[in-house]
């Protein structure tokens, strides 16, 4: 019984610090399959040939997909990279990986955009419509519709 004493006074004394740790709970998990359909709130970011580099061009269309992030912050965003015949399958992936990678850095680092809110991933060639049919050196932001 004496044993049990100090345990819940233990309990009590953590028991503020243990349910602010509770009430910061990481924001449900998301994912991009079908972003690349959706037609409203999407930005283009062009790229010069073989490079991951976000060109000065990419300011203003990631300005405005972090403006509207940061003005609906109950909306997550899709970050696709598209390379095509950029090298081979394997390195046009990767090169479409960079590019997104590239991206998300800016919304998050650059304007405050909450990283847990941005998902960058690389679109493969035939995976999607938007790259099937031209060449694509871009990146898409997709700023999500809110969920129900």
Known sequence: MTLLLPAALLA??????LAGSA??????????????KLEDDVF????TARSARPP??????????AALAK???ERN???LGH????G?????TQLAARRAREVAEMLSVGHGVERDRIRAEARNPGFSQRTANREARSVTIVVLPARP
């Not at 009590?12 to 610090?17: K, M, Q």
């Not at 081979?88 to 046009?92: R, V």
């Open 71 to 73: 003005a609906a912050p």
């Open 23 to 36: 009430l910061a709970q990481p924001r449900a998990a998301f994912n991009c399959v079908g972003a690349e």
């Open 56 to 65: 000065e061009a990419a300011r203003t269309p990631v300005a405005a997909a």
């Open 77 to 79: 965003i899709c970050v």
């Open 83 to 86: 390379a095509i015949r950029e």
């Open 44 to 47: 283009e970011v062009p790229f």
């Open 12 to 17: 009590l004394a953590l028991a503020p610090l």
């Open 88 to 92: 081979g399958q394997a390195t046009s």
